[in-house]
């Protein structure tokens, strides 16, 4: 079975260009996870979904994020206008029961300029 | 809020042991491990649900002791595969259902 799949794997774009990440969870799964990794304040959640509906995005930074998640195998993180904080490596995980052993993408590695 | 790991880092080894120690200020519902290799995604390790629950995966293990609020990760006879970087993730209980991570144990193994 496929893994989780993010798109696009590397992504350098200017400050103030939206930006748009995508994720396909595992087939099955009913949970989805964004989460940014940088060094300084490690791996973050941002938000959650649980079938389809978000659950808690109180990590979600600012206004400039949102996020979608219009069916069970597919999921969109936006960012709009994007500033050089942003840069970091955004992850999707997915998991069958809640937040319980989820399975992470590859990542999009984020730079911007 | 974020759970404190220790340390930070740790190079040894190979055949040699490794204990990973991860402790919060807050009530715990669950831990959970994951470990990180360079350049990749965080791979889950296990889960250990509060009531002093040791659970094991190859050669790692791991406690979870509920009244002082940590959890362990031992790492015994450690081969090459086990060099990244582990993080504990932390359910604190009575409230949202979500993992707040540590920033991480960076373990070396050496030939």
């Known amino acids: 079975d496929a893994g989780v799949i993010q798109s696009p794997r590397h992504e350098v774009t200017e400050m103030g260009q939206e930006v748009t990440l995508r994720c396909k969870p595992i087939s099955g799964h009913n949970s989805l996870f964004w989460y940014r990794q940088t060094m300084m304040r490690g791996l973050e959640l941002l938000i959650y979904f649980n079938n389809n509906v978000p659950i808690d995005d109180s990590g979600m930074p600012e206004d400039r994020f949102s996020a979608k998640m219009p069916n069970a195998s597919f999921s969109t993180l936006k960012i709009q206008p994007s500033e050089p904080r942003d840069s970091a490596v955004y992850f999707c995980a997915s998991s069958l029961r809640g937040i319980y052993e989820q399975y992470f993408g590859p990542g999009t590695r984020l730079t911007v300029t | 809020q974020q759970p404190v790991q220790s340390p930070q880092a740790v190079i040894l080894r190979e055949g040699e042991d490794a204990v990973i120690n991860c402790s919060s200020s807050?009530?715990?519902?669950?831990v959970h491990w994951y470990r990180q290799k360079h350049g990749e995604a965080p791979v889950f390790l296990m889960i250990?649900?509060?009531?002093?629950e040791q659970k094991g995966h190859e050669k790692i293990s791991a406690s979870f002791n509920e009244k002082k609020q940590q959890s362990s990760l031992y790492l015994t006879a450690s081969q090459l595969s086990y060099s990244g970087t582990y993080f504990c993730?932390?359910?604190?209980?009575?409230?949202?259902?979500?993992?707040?991570f540590g920033s991480g144990t960076q373990l070396t193994v050496l030939p």
């Open positions: 250990l649900l509060k009531g002093g």
């Open positions: 993730g932390t359910e604190y209980s009575g409230s949202a259902r979500q993992l707040t």
């Open positions: 807050k009530a715990l519902y669950s």
